[in-house]
């Protein structure tokens, strides 16, 4: 089936550094897969972040980017210098066709901590 | 800003009690959703609706039931709950209903089955 598998957390990353969480997504009903990042701010509900539809192109938010790899399957988040404020559970989530009835599949969640 | 809002927030019971959630989206979306969020913090489709009529139905058991009056409105009832059904509920909405259609999230109901 499809799955999203993503960086085990927590992850615990010192302010001003850089940070990656990796995604890779197993799209075997899916022709044509679109690629979301959500998150979850303490407190708050979970919201996209960034979504890219086209493979090979990169989305972009908040300082947060990934890239949508076809060929290896990935859709990494990177962000060149973190801030506290960053801290969040972030989810690595798949969708189908834009065409098509569909739903997310997600992945399990990093939870991040920037600390000072 | 909130735009899905539901209730509870929280709600404990015992096995085989019936429970009810709630659900309301005021961003004018057709399209709404209950997903599950387990202990180990998965994220699960149940069902998902479209101005009102069914359109994903997961593998759940027959306890769960969606309830929707109208396309800003969707419940969920569980019938007999069971331990397992202890898990975050969270209920989301969407403008249209393909893959790539970004969805908004309420802030969950968290279920203790007893």
């Known amino acids: 089936g499809d799955s999203v598998t993503q960086t085990e957390g927590p992850v615990t990353v010192s302010e001003s550094e850089s940070l990656i969480i990796n995604c890779t997504y197993s799209?075997?009903?899916?022709?044509?897969?679109?690629l979301f990042w959500y998150v979850r701010y303490p407190g708050e509900g979970l919201q996209l972040l960034l979504k890219?539809?086209?493979?090979?192109q990169k989305g972009s938010s908040r300082g947060f980017e990934a890239t949508y790899n076809k060929e290896t399957t990935s859709f990494h988040l990177q962000k060149a210098s973190v801030q506290e404020s960053d801290s969040a559970v972030y989810y690595c989530?798949?969708?189908?066709?834009?065409?098509?009835?569909?739903?997310?599949?997600f992945g399990q969640g990093t939870s991040l901590s920037v600390v000072p | 800003e909130t735009a899905v809002f539901q209730t509870p927030n929280y709600h404990v019971t015992q096995v085989g009690n019936e429970v009810s959630f709630n659900c309301k989206q005021t961003?004018?979306?057709?399209?709404m959703y209950w997903y599950k969020q387990d202990s180990k913090k998965l994220l699960k489709i149940m069902f998902s609706?479209?101005?009102?009529?069914?359109?994903v139905n997961e593998t759940v058991p027959r306890r769960f039931s969606p309830q929707s009056s109208d396309k800003a409105h969707l419940n969920l009832r569980i019938k007999s709950v069971e331990p397992e059904d202890s898990a975050v509920y969270l209920c989301?909405?969407?403008?249209?209903?393909?893959?790539?259609?970004?969805?908004?999230f309420g802030s969950g109901t968290r279920l203790t089955v007893l």
């Open positions: 890219v539809i086209t493979a090979g």
């Open positions: 799209a075997t009903s899916i022709a044509y897969p679109n």
């Open positions: 961003l004018g979306h057709d399209t």
């Open positions: 989530a798949l969708g189908g066709a834009s065409s098509s009835f569909s739903k997310l599949v």
């Open positions: 609706y479209n101005n009102k009529q069914l359109i």
């Open positions: 989301a909405s969407s403008y249209g209903t393909g893959g790539g259609e970004t969805l908004y």
